[in-house]
């Protein structure tokens, strides 16, 4: 079935260090990806996403090139600051219709 | 400012009674989920509703059940609590773009 694995947590990162978050699916066909972001103490929003093979999603910073090849949506962000720390989710849907398969989770720390 | 609502952050009840989690979203949007949210197994699907009335169950729906009386509210509710519910549940809405969701804060239940 379609599943999404993610590098285990937690990451202590420095401010302005790079940002790394490994994230692999397994999907027959061609699936959308997607990250989504929980801050502390909220709800996750959706943070970018790519539809299509070699598509690169952007938002706040952070980026993930969709590839197909290596079945790999890995987040990056050049310089992370403490306002980043959150749990990041690696997401998966077939078709618009689909449910949404959610990976484990990364949880990140920023600290000064 | 677009919301989606959760009745309680916190909840503690106790085993076998009756626990009603409410959600409201204010967006007029078809799609209505509720997921569960555990260390190292990130969202679960539990049920979801595309329309009022209407419900199909997710990934485990055991010991679950859902209400969806009015567009912008659908309730979880859990007929017997048990101990092995304890958990994070979040309330999620999206329009026809299933994989674009909204989230609630979450309520955090624990069963004793």
């Known amino acids: 079935g379609n599943s999404v694995t993610q590098m285990e947590g937690p990451v202590t990162l420095s401010e302005e260090a790079f940002l790394t978050i490994n994230c692999t699916y397994t999907?027959?066909?061609?699936?959308?990806l997607f990250w989504y972001v929980q801050y502390p103490g909220e709800g996750l929003q959706l943070l970018l996403k790519?539809?299509?093979?070699?598509d690169k999603g952007s938002n706040k910073g952070f980026e993930a090139t969709y590839r197909k090849e290596t079945t790999s949506f890995h987040l990056e962000k050049g310089s992370v600051q403490v306002s980043d720390s959150a749990v990041y989710f690696c997401?998966?849907?077939?078709?618009?219709?689909?449910?949404?398969?959610f990976g484990p989770g990364t949880s990140l720390s920023v600290i000064p | 400012d677009v919301k989606v609502t959760q009745s309680s952050r916190y909840l503690v009840k106790r085993t076998g009674e009756k626990v009603f989690l409410e959600c409201v979203q204010d967006?007029?949007?078809?799609?209505m989920f509720w997921y569960r949210q555990d260390p190292g197994l990130g969202l679960r699907l539990i049920y979801f509703?595309?329309?009022?009335?209407?419900?199909e169950k997710g990934d485990i729906p055991e010991g679950y059940s859902v209400s969806r009386e009015k567009k912008e509210r659908f309730s979880l509710i859990l007929e017997s609590a048990s101990t092995n519910q304890t958990s994070m549940y979040l309330c999620?809405?999206?329009?026809?773009?299933?994989?674009?969701?909204?989230f609630g804060p979450g309520t955090r239940l624990t069963v004793t």
């Open positions: 790519a539809t299509k093979a070699d």
């Open positions: 999907a027959t066909g061609y699936p959308s």
């Open positions: 967006m007029d949007h078809e799609n």
């Open positions: 997401a998966l849907v077939k078709t618009s219709y689909d449910k949404v398969i």
């Open positions: 509703s595309y329309d009022v009335k209407m419900k």
């Open positions: 999620a809405s999206s329009s026809n773009r299933i994989y674009e969701q909204y």
